[in-house]
Structures are given as C-alpha cells and as structure tokens.
C-alpha cells in the first residue's frame, strides 16, 4: 500500500514560516489533503487538494505539491497552530484513505 | 451546517463486538454525494481509516480490519453504523466518523468529534 511520511516533528517560533513536508512516492500525482488536530479535539480540514483552503481557514495555512514531496506551509506562525498536523491522500489500491504519521508542530 | 455525531459503549470486553452510530444532521445521509467513513486514533499515535459506506449500502473496508468490519447505513435514521468484532486491546481508540465528497480523492471535510472506546475485561 501506499506510504506517506512525515517528519516527527517541526519547531518554529512565533511569526517565523513553518513547512511540514510529506513524502510519497510520485506524491505529485495525487491530490494531498492537510489536517490540522489539537489535543483532544478531531481533525480539522486545513488544506485540500494540494493547496486549496476550507472557508474559514486563515490565508497563512497554503499547500504545495511536487515530484515525490507535499508541503504544508504555516506563515506567520501564531502560538494557536501548536497542534499535530497530518497529510492525506486517496490511493487506488485496497487501502484508499492513507495517512502520513504527524507532524507535531511546536511554536517556541 | 453539518454535523456528525458519534454515539456507543465506551466499554466493550475483549472478544466481545464494538457498535459504534454516527448521527448525521444538517444533511441529508441518502443524498448520493458523500462517502460516510469510520476512523480510528489509538492514544498518542495516528489517524487509520477503517472503512466507508455509499448511500446505497456499497462499502469499502481497509485490508487489515476487513475480516471484523460491517459498516451499514440507515437512511431512515439519516445513520450510519459501525461493527467490530473480536475485539483486543489493540481495538482501544478515539473513533471518529467523517464525511467525503464521493468525488474520487477528495478530502475529510466534516468530522465529528470523536468517542473514545476502551476495550477491557
């Protein structure tokens, strides 16, 4: 099946740029889609589609996607994007919904 | 705006079979637009997909939990439903239920909020 992976974990401080990378195998041919989670709460849809964004998502959360590399990029870091944030794709093999590990952001 | 809401035991013993109902509202479940998806997060680790229903009853199941999972629908009930059997330890999870446009690839775009299940004797 197919795999996603993401570093463990990503330090940034307050107002500097985040990127969290997802790694895959010909990643660029999917669509990658960013979720963000907070301590005890579901995900939440931040970036879909490789770079669209949800109503009521802030412009400083944007996506890209290319060869075998997805990046989730927070600009402005604010001390409320402390969370895990997870890539996903849809893959045509038996497991269609796969996740990549999390990436626990950490705003100094 | 739509909301799902997951509903079940907390508790379940081992060997025994986890039930689990996600209630849809501001939407209608039949509507033939969606996939209707159950998902799993053991403590302190990841998200794994565990299955999907179409308003039609057609469902999908991932490879690893496909001989112990029955997802059904009740359209009725504007429901959907989650079986698991021979449950271990290892079956200790927050499990969400989560709505995908049934365009191919698309994304997660409601969750609820998620119940926590304790497989234990």
Redesign the interface.
Known sequence: ?YVLTQPPSVSVAPGQTARITCGGNNIES??V?W?QQKPG?????VV??DGER?SGIPERFSGSNSGNTATLTISRVEAGDEADY?C???DSG?????????TKVTVL | QVRLQESGPGLVKPSQTLSLTCTVSGGSISSGSYFWSWIRQPAGMGLEWIGRIYSSGSANYSPSLKSRVTISIDTSKNQFSLELTSVTAADTAVYYCARAPSVAGSAFDYWGQGTLVTVSS
């Open positions: 099946s999917k669509s889609h979720y709460q579901a995900p939440v849809l879909y589609d949800p997870y996903q794709v849809w038996s497991d269609p919904y796969v996740f990549g590990a999390g």
